[in-house]
């Protein structure tokens, strides 16, 4: 039954804290996104971070490389032929 004299004062001290961190995080912002982290990790983060501008101008010196790289390939079965 004495033990009842320290165990109250410790729960209520223990509540206080969990209480005082809980308030803590909600003014910090910690439960703002709550999704946000879920839908993170389906993305595709394959892709590095090219700004669109270089981004752009790669993509077409890739097309273009390409068509000369079919241009090439038709001419070499041609050249078999």
């Given at each position: 039954?004495?033990i009842?004299?320290?165990?109250?004062?410790?729960?209520?001290?223990?509540?206080g804290?969990?209480?005082?961190?809980?308030?803590?995080?909600?003014?910090?912002?910690?439960?703002?996104?709550?999704?946000?982290?879920?839908?993170?990790?389906?993305?595709?983060?394959d892709?590095?971070?090219?700004p669109?501008?270089?981004?752009?101008?790669?993509?077409?010196?890739?097309?273009?490389?390409?068509?000369?790289?079919?241009?090439?390939?038709?001419?070499?079965?041609?050249?078999?032929?």
């Open positions: 039954m004495e009842l004299y320290l165990l109250i004062p410790l729960g209520i001290l223990i509540l804290i969990a209480v005082g961190a809980f308030i803590w995080a909600v003014k910090s912002g910690q439960f703002e996104d709550m999704q946000g982290p879920a839908h993170r990790i389906l993305m595709d983060d892709d590095p971070l090219i669109k501008n270089l981004r752009q101008s790669e993509s077409s010196k890739s097309e273009t490389d390409s068509h000369s790289q079919k241009a090439n390939n038709s001419d070499e079965k041609a050249s078999k032929l």
